[in-house]
């Protein structure tokens, strides 16, 4: 018998040496001594296992069986052929086994970065549906800005990252969970709390405004926006901060439409309706290019699409 596998020496290994279920039949069958009990506890049929047999005697180009109504015996080289197949079916579950610990491990935990409105005002609820699905992954979530959040993502600091820039920042991949509008608010007392007519945009750049940082999502849509900002007239690294800085009358502010129900219903801030110009932007989920989230960060990701 000749194996066509000799007629290619350049072929690589995976052509030439059978495959792991056709090994784990022939150990089978020299343990029971029968094709037809080793074909029922590997899980295939009589004739798929006699299949499979003979395919591997073309492969090898060796008889490995001989078959006789009194059952399957091992041919003198089936005998070493199935010496050497048990060392591979144990090195394979050897390398199963590193591979679940792998996969256990990173399971184990979940590192998520999230610019401040995100981690704030979405992500807990995402946290929680998480833990039902997952009771055993901890998960540390590390808020900024979402220039820092490509920053942690692209060091590997962080597994998952949310922003709310304007566009994706160099090196990662993202896809958009969410849009979001931003408001302009100012205290009950402020003058622009009794206008009548919307304020135009020139005059919203013009204003000195409390503001996020630089690299916040929330300062490049606007700073886009408006083709510009007045010099600040105090400058936060919080959504929180600056809310209470413009419900305490500092000044007027622009923030995020999720981070404004409570204020906004209980009348602490009014909203200021614009003339000219749209505020709006798109959250998206983040991750390192050409590196899907897997584990528990694909599972994250799957919670927000209903966001």
């Known amino acids: 018998m000749s194996s066509g596998a000799e007629d290619r020496p350049g072929a690589g290994i995976a052509h030439r040496v059978p495959d792991l279920g056709a090994l784990e039949l022939l150990l089978a069958v020299a343990r029971l001594g029968s094709l037809g009990r080793a074909a029922r506890e590997v899980g295939i049929t009589q004739p798929a296992a006699s299949s499979r047999i003979r395919s591997m005697e073309r492969l090898l180009g060796v008889a490995l069986v001989d078959r006789s109504p009194r059952g399957s015996r091992l041919t003198r080289e089936g005998a070493l052929v199935t010496d ?6 144990d090195a394979a579950e050897a390398f199963d086994a590193g591979a679940q610990a792998l996969r256990d491990r990173r399971d184990s935990r979940l590192r998520v970065a999230a610019s401040m409105t995100i981690a704030e005002y979405l992500l807990p609820g995402w946290l929680i549906a998480l833990r039902a699905q997952r009771p055993d ?21 962080a597994d998952l990252g949310f922003v709310e ?43 000195p405004l409390i503001l996020r940082e630089e690299g916040s999502g929330t300062r490049q849509v606007l700073d886009s926006a408006l083709g510009g900002l007045a010099r600040p007239l105090i400058e936060l690294s919080s959504t929180t901060a600056v809310k209470a800085s ?11 439409e999720l981070a404004l129900g409570e204020e906004l219903s209980a009348h602490r801030l009014v909203g200021i309706p614009l003339a000219d110009v749209r505020l709006t932007r798109a959250l998206r989920a983040v991750w390192p290019t050409g590196h899907r989230p897997t584990g528990p960060a ?8 209903g966001a």
Do not use: F, Q
């Open 84 to 89: 050497w197949a048990r060392r591979v079916v």
């Open 137 to 157: 992954t901890a998960v540390s979530l590390l808020a900024g800005n979402s220039a820092g959040v490509a920053e942690r993502l692209l060091t590997g600091e």
């Open 165 to 207: 820039g304007l566009s994706v920042p160099s090196g990662l991949d993202a896809t958009v969970i969410a849009h979001d509008r931003l408001i302009v608010v100012t205290a009950p007392g402020h003058p622009w709390a009794r206008r009548r007519e919307p304020l135009a945009a020139a005059e919203l750049a013009a204003t």
């Open 246 to 256: 413009a419900v305490s009358g500092a000044g007027p502010a622009v923030l995020s």
């Open 298 to 305: 694909r599972d994250l990701l799957s919670l927000t699409r």
